[in-house]
């Protein structure tokens, strides 16, 4: 009776420390930064990172491109370009996701998006598939819904 409460309680132990490894960055921790790193630790190189006009869409405060590619950026065919958008509050970039998903209705990869912290990420349509498959894993892997 004691080793089978002994099992349950560690049980119930490995589901609490397994639950803290993938907590969400709340809205003020995440930086763009990490979704460079996470990008690129699923192997896509950042070939170029262009500012985008943020006045167009409502509460955003910065918006960049990152061209992507496989494996580097001299001369791959493999290639793909990702938005990433900071918005000044949870109520502005959870309405930007409901306005893009209902004008554009995405499916899979292509032209999901994502939030991570105060941002939303999205891979634009004619990416390659591999990068569209990296990008979802970098994604997961950061903790993004």
């Known amino acids: 009776m004691r080793l089978r409460y002994s099992?349950?309680?560690f049980g119930l132990?490995?589901?609490v420390v397994a639950g803290c490894g993938s907590e969400r960055a709340t809205f003020e921790d995440g930086s763009?930064?990490?979704?460079?790193l996470a990008l690129?630790?699923?192997?896509?190189?950042?070939?170029k990172t262009v500012e985008r006009d943020s006045d167009k869409v409502p509460g955003?405060?910065?918006?960049?491109r990152l061209d992507v590619a496989l494996?580097?950026?001299?001369?791959?065919?493999?290639?793909?370009?990702?938005?990433?958008?900071?918005?000044?509050s949870e109520e502005a970039r959870d309405r930007a996701v409901t306005d893009f998903e209902t004008a554009t209705r995405p499916t899979a990869a292509h032209g999901a998006v994502w939030t991570?912290?105060?941002?939303?990420?999205?891979?634009?349509?004619?990416?390659?598939?591999?990068?569209?498959?990296?990008f979802t894993a970098a994604m997961e892997e950061l903790g993004a819904k």
């Open 13 to 15: 132990l490995l589901l």
């Open 40 to 47: 690129q630790a699923q192997g896509l190189a950042i070939c």
């Open 60 to 64: 955003a405060v910065s918006r960049q």
């Open 71 to 88: 494996p580097s950026c001299a001369g791959s065919d493999k290639e793909g370009a990702v938005t990433v958008t900071a918005y000044d």
């Open 116 to 134: 991570y912290a105060q941002f939303t990420i999205h891979i634009s349509r004619g990416s390659d598939p591999e990068i569209e498959d990296r």
């Open 7 to 9: 099992c349950i309680g």
């Open 32 to 36: 763009l930064d990490d979704i460079t």
